[in-house]
């Protein structure tokens, strides 16, 4: 694969200020519970940008996306199943003595 | 010299097996670094929802300029940092030397720039278990915060810290000639590893800075 | 060769072991196997300490009453028992010790990918090991090795704080392991040798490191936070605070529950070496158990919540946990199924290595079986936190896995050593082992369902009979673990001199003199053919 020039790199680095520049920015108008989601998306572009332009994964081998990939599921699974617990701590009373 | 750096590790057949290697045990690495950091992550979400008034409120006490420009400066060390890469991919010895220098000169501005924030932080009271001042029905939820505010940023600015001491131990090791075009292993997974902790705090500014920045 | 030329031609052959002399040669190793001997000598004497611990217990235990510990001092023994025994033996124990010897020879390569990272994690064992041993002699620990908030961060006096981080660092030494092996697999395997013709062995041993690398660095920021906590007196896990002590037992099980997978998949890994070997046969549905192996790291990382039923966890959540550690029963249970398939019918010489392999398979199937018993919420509720849970647990812990560390250590100590173990000899601590096993385990099932409960140094008359067989079992095996200690010392100067592959077995490993040479190979192999490649009904040689 070709190899990413230094416009590229410069490129994907006007990228990122102009994201961080906007999720500041947002953060100060009130989208209610779409503001986390709106932050998030924000900060997963920029890490995916990051990881695909500087640490160079559209050059690398499968192995390397598959590594890449598995650390954020993994994470995914902690929280997720974590999180099942916290929200749902109400929903279901367990009957008393 | 250049022969010695080039030289492959007994236990590798060639050159290419000795890249692979060194570039998926890298990867492999930053793997656990996600889940070592997630397990604060986690516990920073479940406490968000718990109590999301505490945290909006304990959130608006950091100091968005500081945090946005550490982002910038951050940032701009990745830029130097892949730059650097570049360089040694190319075989240009100036531009890698610059480059890496570079890289180490942000991440210092980074930490000076820290060092300020929790100079201030202490200042107004607001470090768990050492000078914490807050009153108030929200002043537990608000020092869970506090105290996984300083954890994250904590452990962050140790990697930072020791991300800086090997590029410079690189920066040395490229100044006396060991990195060619051939051979520059050490230049790339440093690389990875610097990336790393740049998107660790592309994750904190939102999530410690930026939580109900338009509320009262 | 007639044996006096055999032993002329094998005196100066210089092989790891005699190729450099020295402390410093060993200091400063950077050979595989080197390494894997300087872990089965620290882990050695870590399982005889944390024995010593079990020996207290048991001896306590043999009258109702809390008489000869006072219960302070009986909570600390337990939790040391505990924490040695998980962290500094079984966590470490097939793939530190059997895996970083026998990995590179069985995938033809001179060494793991890392070889000073390998170094590395035995010299964080050791360091890790040094915290813990100064807890222990300063005072101990009494958390249990469970460490639950907020006793371990506000109210416990001990040691909390040395224990804490010698966990914390001897899991960068299991971290450093798993990544080196992953590496090493991926990318040095011999020429031929595609995935589907690895040893079982190394399937195993993959999955573990998975686990390892996804697993251990939670563990890690746990016992940070907690450490953090202890010191500062103020905490994420405080309720003072609105802090969820659940939170602490969610990072801390995220970790230890696949952690009990680290355990037992490579003493599976060793179990399908030896069942090949010693019915002459190849494995039954070689793809179900390379993938069972896969599907346990998987599944075992989606049910933590089950060690939460009883801890305040949402009922939904236990549910979905519950349903979850069914499921990953499954492909634990492939393997039995499939070992025992390939038993049947096999020509079985029943040798020291297949006595343990054997046991593995009986008492991991009753240790597993007993898990769907606390997998169940209703079932779980009555017996969580009494004997029955620690039945279950050493039944997989010791009758499974440390029998597959010790049939695996059987089994390859003709490479290692290039000496014989004494079969007669090895045959007999295998059945004392397994007798005292289950006198000692067994009733402890029982006990738990008439509701004894754990942790605790007195207990009501009735529950001592019982007791009583318990600690005459342990006694028993302990009789049975010194026995090796002893006749695989005397092997390394008396033994029989063993050849390349005394067990007439497949595999690249036995195609090499016992022992190797320092790079392993004189010349580096290729592989054609399919993995056990065994003639389905002839004898084994020699």
């Given at each position: 694969?070709?190899?990413?020039?230094?416009?590229?790199?410069?490129?994907?680095?006007?990228?990122?200020?102009?994201?961080?520049?906007?999720?500041?920015?947002?953060?100060?108008?009130?989208?209610?519970?779409?503001?986390?989601?709106?932050?998030?998306?924000?900060?997963?572009?920029?890490?995916?940008?990051?990881?695909?332009?500087?640490?160079?994964?559209?050059?690398?081998?499968?192995?390397?996306?598959?590594?890449?990939?598995?650390?954020?599921?993994?994470?995914?699974?902690?929280?997720?199943?974590?999180?099942?617990?916290?929200?749902?701590?109400?929903?279901?009373?367990?009957?008393?003595? | 010299?250049?022969?010695?750096?080039?030289?492959?590790?007994?236990?590798?057949?060639?050159?290419?097996?000795?890249?692979?290697?060194?570039?998926?045990?890298?990867?492999?690495?930053?793997?656990?670094?996600?889940?070592?950091?997630?397990?604060?992550?986690?516990?920073?979400?479940?406490?968000?929802?718990?109590?999301?008034?505490?945290?909006?409120?304990?959130?608006?006490?950091?100091?968005?300029?500081?945090?946005?420009?550490?982002?910038?400066v951050l940032i701009g060390s990745s830029l130097t940092m892949v730059l650097a890469v570049h360089g040694a991919r190319e075989g240009h010895r100036?531009?890698?030397?610059?480059?890496?220098?570079?890289?180490?000169?942000?991440?210092?501005?980074?930490?000076?720039?820290?060092?300020?924030?929790?100079?201030?932080?202490?200042?107004?009271?607001?470090?768990?278990?050492?000078?914490?001042?807050?009153?108030?029905?929200?002043?537990?939820?608000?020092?869970?915060?506090?105290?996984?505010?300083?954890?994250?940023?904590?452990?962050?600015?140790?990697?930072?810290?020791?991300?800086?001491?090997?590029?410079?131990?690189?920066?040395?090791?490229?100044?006396?000639?060991?990195?060619?075009?051939?051979?520059?292993?050490?230049?790339?997974?440093?690389?990875?590893?610097?990336?790393?902790?740049?998107?660790?705090?592309?994750?904190?500014?939102?999530?410690?800075?930026?939580?109900?920045?338009?509320?009262? | 060769?007639?044996?006096?030329?055999?032993?002329?031609?094998?005196?100066?052959?210089?092989?790891?072991?005699?190729?450099?002399?020295?402390?410093?040669?060993?200091?400063?190793?950077?050979?595989?196997?080197?390494?894997?001997?300087?872990?089965?000598?620290?882990?050695?004497?870590?399982?005889?300490?944390?024995?010593?611990?079990?020996?207290?217990?048991?001896?306590?235990?043999?009258?109702?009453?809390?008489?000869?510990?006072?219960?302070?001092?009986?909570?600390?023994?337990?939790?040391?028992?505990?924490?040695?025994?998980?962290?500094?033996?079984?966590?470490?124990?097939?793939?530190?010790?059997?895996?970083?010897?026998?990995?590179?020879?069985?995938?033809?390569?001179?060494?793991?990918?890392?070889?000073?990272?390998?170094?590395?994690?035995?010299?964080?064992?050791?360091?890790?090991?040094?915290?813990?041993?100064?807890?222990?002699?300063?005072?101990?620990?009494?958390?249990?090795?469970?460490?639950?908030?907020?006793?371990?961060?506000?109210?416990?006096?001990?040691?909390?704080?040395?224990?804490?981080?010698?966990?914390?660092?001897?899991?960068?030494?299991?971290?450093?392991?798993?990544?080196?092996?992953?590496?090493?697999?991926?990318?040095?395997?011999?020429?031929?040798?595609?995935?589907?013709?690895?040893?079982?062995?190394?399937?195993?041993?993959?999955?573990?490191?998975?686990?390892?690398?996804?697993?251990?660095?939670?563990?890690?920021?746990?016992?940070?936070?907690?450490?953090?906590?202890?010191?500062?007196?103020?905490?994420?896990?405080?309720?003072?605070?609105?802090?969820?002590?659940?939170?602490?037992?969610?990072?801390?099980?995220?970790?230890?529950?696949?952690?009990?997978?680290?355990?037992?998949?490579?003493?599976?890994?060793?179990?399908?070496?030896?069942?090949?070997?010693?019915?002459?046969?190849?494995?039954?549905?070689?793809?179900?158990?390379?993938?069972?192996?896969?599907?346990?790291?998987?599944?075992?990382?989606?049910?933590?919540?089950?060690?939460?039923?009883?801890?305040?966890?949402?009922?939904?959540?236990?549910?979905?946990?519950?349903?979850?550690?069914?499921?990953?029963?499954?492909?634990?249970?492939?393997?039995?199924?499939?070992?025992?398939?390939?038993?049947?019918?096999?020509?079985?010489?029943?040798?020291?290595?297949?006595?343990?392999?054997?046991?593995?398979?009986?008492?991991?199937?009753?240790?597993?079986?007993?898990?769907?018993?606390?997998?169940?919420?209703?079932?779980?509720?009555?017996?969580?936190?009494?004997?029955?849970?620690?039945?279950?647990f050493h039944y997989i812990m010791v009758g499974g896995m440390v029998m597959g560390y010790l049939g695996g250590v059987h089994y390859w100590w003709?490479?290692?050593?290039?000496?014989?173990?004494?079969?007669?000899?090895?045959?007999?601590?295998?059945?004392?082992?397994?007798?005292?096993?289950?006198?000692?385990?067994?009733?402890?099932?029982?006990?738990?369902?008439?509701?004894?409960?754990?942790?605790?140094?007195?207990?009501?008359?009735?529950?001592?009979?019982?007791?009583?067989?318990?600690?005459?079992?342990?006694?028993?095996?302990?009789?049975?673990?010194?026995?090796?200690?002893?006749?695989?010392?005397?092997?390394?100067?008396?033994?029989?001199?063993?050849?390349?592959?005394?067990?007439?077995?497949?595999?690249?490993?036995?195609?090499?003199?016992?022992?190797?040479?320092?790079?392993?190979?004189?010349?580096?192999?290729?592989?054609?053919?399919?993995?056990?490649?065994?003639?389905?009904?002839?004898?084994?040689?020699?």
């Amino acid at each position: 694969m070709a190899r990413s020039g230094v416009r590229v790199y410069v490129a994907v680095f006007a990228a990122l200020i102009v994201l961080t520049l906007a999720t500041v920015a947002v953060s100060y108008v009130d989208l209610g519970p779409a503001s986390v989601v709106v932050a998030l998306s924000i900060a997963f572009t920029k890490a995916v940008l990051v990881v695909l332009f500087f640490m160079h994964l559209r050059e690398s081998p499968g192995l390397t996306w598959v590594v890449a990939g598995g650390g954020f599921f993994w994470l995914a699974i902690l929280i997720g199943l974590t999180m099942s617990d916290v929200l749902t701590r109400g929903w279901l009373p367990v009957a008393g003595p | 010299m250049a022969e010695h750096a080039a030289a492959v590790a007994h236990q590798f057949d060639d050159a290419e097996q000795q890249r692979g290697a060194a570039e998926l045990g890298m990867w492999i690495f930053l793997a656990t670094e996600v889940m070592f950091f997630g397990g604060m992550f986690t516990a920073f979400t479940a406490y968000r929802w718990l109590y999301p008034a505490a945290f909006a409120h304990a959130s608006r006490h950091l100091d968005v300029l500081l945090g946005g420009t550490n982002t910038i400066v951050l940032i701009g060390s990745s830029l130097t940092m892949v730059l650097a890469v570049h360089g040694a991919r190319e075989g240009h010895r100036r531009s890698l030397l610059v480059c890496l220098a570079l890289t180490m000169l942000l991440g210092g501005v980074f930490l000076g720039i820290k060092a300020i924030e929790w100079t201030h932080k202490w200042e107004d009271g607001l470090v768990p278990g050492l000078r914490f001042t807050l009153t108030g029905a929200d002043a537990g939820p608000q020092e869970l915060f506090f105290f996984l505010y300083f954890a994250m940023t904590g452990v962050h600015a140790l990697h930072l810290i020791i991300g800086i001491g090997v590029v410079g131990v690189i920066l040395a090791l490229a100044w006396r000639g060991h990195y060619t075009a051939e051979y520059h292993n050490p230049v790339e997974v440093t690389g990875l590893y610097w990336h790393f902790v740049d998107i660790v705090w592309i994750f904190l500014l939102p999530m410690l800075y930026l939580i109900g920045r338009h509320g009262p | 060769m007639t044996t006096a030329a055999a032993l002329v031609a094998e005196e100066p052959r210089l092989h790891y072991l005699n190729e450099s002399y020295g402390v410093r040669s060993w200091l400063l190793t950077t050979d595989h196997k080197r390494v894997g001997l300087l872990y089965l000598i620290s882990l050695t004497g870590a399982f005889f300490v944390g024995g010593f611990f079990a020996v207290m217990l048991r001896v306590e235990l043999l009258t109702p009453a809390g008489d000869l510990l006072q219960a302070e001092t009986y909570n600390k023994f337990f939790t040391m028992h505990g924490v040695i025994m998980v962290f500094f033996f079984l966590v470490p124990s097939i793939p530190a010790v059997l895996g970083n010897f026998v990995l590179p020879l069985m995938i033809g390569a001179r060494d793991v990918a890392f070889p000073r990272l390998n170094l590395l994690s035995w010299y964080l064992y050791v360091l890790g090991a040094s915290f813990t041993t100064y807890a222990v002699v300063s005072g101990g620990v009494d958390t249990g090795w469970t460490f639950y908030t907020p006793y371990s961060t506000m109210s416990s006096t001990t040691q909390v704080m040395p224990t804490a981080i010698g966990i914390f660092i001897v899991g960068f030494s299991s971290i450093l392991t798993g990544l080196n092996f992953v590496v090493t697999i991926h990318r040095m395997r011999a020429p031929g040798l595609t995935w589907f013709r690895l040893p079982l062995f190394v399937w195993s041993l993959y999955a573990t490191s998975l686990i390892q690398i996804l697993a251990t660095p939670v563990l890690a920021i746990t016992v940070m936070l907690l450490g953090l906590e202890r010191l500062l007196h103020v905490g994420i896990f405080d309720p003072a605070l609105g802090g969820d002590p659940v939170l602490f037992q969610h990072l801390f099980w995220f970790y230890s529950h696949p952690a009990v997978y680290i355990m037992i998949l490579p003493g599976m890994g060793v179990i399908s070496e030896l069942v090949t070997c010693f019915a002459r046969k190849r494995i039954f549905g070689y793809h179900y158990v390379a993938f069972s192996s896969i599907a346990i790291a998987v599944f075992g990382f989606l049910v933590w919540g089950h060690h939460l039923f009883v801890a305040g966890q949402s009922v939904y959540a236990a549910m979905v946990f519950s349903l979850l550690s069914y499921l990953v029963a499954i492909p634990s249970a492939v393997k039995v199924f499939n070992w025992t398939a390939t038993l049947h019918k096999g020509t079985l010489e029943f040798r020291t290595p297949l006595l343990y392999a054997l046991g593995f398979i009986g008492l991991f199937t009753i240790g597993g079986l007993t898990g769907l018993f606390l997998a169940s919420l209703g079932m779980d509720v009555h017996v969580t936190d009494t004997y029955f849970v620690i039945a279950h647990f050493h039944y997989i812990m010791v009758g499974g896995m440390v029998m597959g560390y010790l049939g695996g250590v059987h089994y390859w100590w003709p490479k290692i050593s290039g000496r014989m173990y004494p079969e007669g000899w090895g045959r007999l601590a295998a059945l004392i082992i397994f007798i005292g096993f289950n006198l000692t385990f067994f009733p402890q099932f029982i006990l738990g369902y008439l509701g004894m409960p754990r942790r605790y140094h007195a207990y009501p008359d009735e529950f001592q009979v019982l007791n009583v067989m318990s600690t005459a079992g342990a006694s028993i095996l302990g009789v049975g673990y010194l026995l090796p200690m002893i006749y695989l010392l005397w092997s390394l100067r008396y033994g029989e001199p063993a050849g390349e592959n005394p067990w007439d077995a497949t595999g690249l490993e036995w195609r090499t003199p016992s022992p190797p040479p320092r790079d392993n190979f004189a010349t580096a192999p290729t592989v054609s053919g399919e993995p056990y490649a065994y003639p389905g009904r002839e004898p084994v040689h020699g």
